[in-house]
């Protein structure tokens, strides 16, 4: 569980996921091996590697006016904010990317039981299952569009909050940001 936060060697022995793989050998015929891990930085993520690897499976949701299926994505949340900047709750939405129909948060415990995990990509290995999923997804009465939108217009202007958000509410993980060094520098 959460092996981004591990670290890069577990004292002599070496990678720490490596590790926890070679407990299993014992068992290779029937054993399961499951990784979790919220995604923290994009460049050193050991989880997006991992994801990576497998068919990366993402949650479809099919919308409820036209039915097309879909990945619920960030992009696709709106929302309106009063002459002083705040929020309005109430115009918190998700907006279907074939249609434009528009579902409130409380439709989720429409279309969340409907949808149904697909692979996008050929895993590495034969039956390398890997799976994403974002607060986007949270069911009704859990963490709200309209929580997560708080959130993010509260934390958009500071790095560090953002990165939380990015982190734990989107599922993704960070992107570090710096200069390259000049090539001539190098040489």
Not at 6 to 17: H, I, L, N, R, T
Not at 32 to 47: D, N
Not at 56 to 79: A, E, I
């Amino acid at each position: 569980d959460e092996v981004d936060a591990y670290p890069d060697m577990a004292g002599k022995e070496g990678d720490p996921v490596s590790l926890a793989e070679r407990r299993t050998d014992a068992f290779e015929q029937s054993r399961k091996i499951l990784y979790t891990s919220t995604p923290l930085i994009e460049q050193t993520s050991k989880i997006k590697e991992l994801y990576l690897k497998g068919d990366q499976r993402k949650y479809y949701v099919p919308c409820k006016q036209c039915g097309h299926m879909q990945v619920l994505s960030w992009g696709q949340v709106k929302w309106d904010v009063d002459d002083d900047g705040r929020l309005i709750w109430s115009s918190v939405r998700y907006v279907c990317e074939k249609c434009d129909a528009e579902w409130s948060n409380n439709d989720k415990s429409l279309f969340l039981p409907r949808g149904e995990w697909r692979p996008t990509a050929t895993p590495v290995e034969p039956g390398y299952r890997s799976y994403h999923l974002s607060s986007l997804y949270s069911p009704v009465g859990f963490r709200s569009w309209e929580s997560g939108v708080q959130e993010f217009l509260e934390k958009k202007e500071s790095p560090g909050e953002l990165r939380t958000f990015i982190n734990t509410f989107l599922g993704e993980p960070w992107v570090e940001q710096g200069e390259k060094p000049r090539i001539e520098t190098l040489l």
